[in-house]
């Protein structure tokens, strides 16, 4: 739990690392949320294999319901629950994204039941579109006064 907080502590007061690159040197079977009551915020995270059981969903409040049962959620917020993702993790300041591939976007894809009604979203990262950076680049050879 020590090195989970750390890693917190790194992402939050440290911001030049991104949170993929901390989550990737994690291996091993886990989920963890720390919450930072000091700024409200929560950081959620899953393995990239999926091993432990870890279903979320919002409530009819808005209230994000976690848990590591499904039988907890189906309770609280009807039928429907979507395990967490593999490989994601998500943050309330910056939402939901892959650590496995974090410039890529991620798309959601609606979840359709058998009666054919929507039933939540399951997420899938667009390998093809990629976020852009903030900073243009220009060839050795250009003139980069051009560019200010």
């Not at 020590?2 to 991104?18: F, K, P």
Request: net charge neutral; charged share 20%; proline share 3%.
């Amino acid at each position: 739990m020590i090195i989970v907080i750390e890693a917190y502590m790194t992402l939050r007061d440290r911001g030049s690392y991104l949170a993929a690159q901390v989550m990737r040197d994690f291996q091993g079977k886990f989920v963890f949320i720390p919450f930072d009551s000091g700024s409200k915020t929560a950081f959620i995270a899953a393995d990239a294999d999926g091993c432990v059981p870890f279903f979320w969903r919002a409530d009819v409040d808005g209230n994000l319901v976690l848990a590591d049962e499904k039988e907890v959620i189906t309770k609280s917020c009807g039928t429907s629950s979507a395990p967490f993702f593999k490989g994601f993790l998500f943050t309330t300041s910056g939402g939901l994204s892959n650590f496995e591939h974090p410039l890529n976007e991620v798309k959601s894809i609606p979840r359709v039941d058998s009666s054919g009604q929507v039933c939540g979203a399951t997420f899938k990262v667009d390998k093809a579109k990629k976020e852009s950076t903030s900073m243009s680049r220009v060839g050795s050879a250009a003139n980069w006064l051009n560019n200010i």
